[in-house]
């Protein structure tokens, strides 16, 4: 089971996701980040790309899709909060929306 990241951790970890939109969950230990699309096609390819990789990890994001909005949250359940699989789950997203444009 993956770990909470430590103080120490969040520190060196999180400016990174930070700087490219993420934030904190107000009330709980998560990411999140609303991600935007030309339109329903290119919101749903991305996540189906993000699904994808998720089921490779067995790491799931909790999201909800509308038109060309994606609105994500990553948090780790089983360790109540933040871990370097929302980490690695948070890049992945940015570089399939990078590799999408």
Known sequence: MPNR???ESRKELLGP???SGWE????????CKRFQFKNFSEA???MTRVAMFAEK???H???ANVYGRV??????????????????MAKKMEALVASSK
């Open 71 to 88: 609105d994500v949250t990553l948090a780790t359940h089983s360790a109540s909060g933040i871990t370097e699989l929302d980490l690695r």
């Open 61 to 63: 994001p909790e999201w």
């Open 17 to 19: 996701i930070f700087n």
């Open 5 to 7: 990241l430590d103080q």
């Open 24 to 31: 904190m969950v107000e009330g709980r230990d998560a990411l």
């Open 57 to 59: 990890i067995n790491h």
């Open 44 to 46: 749903f390819g991305w």
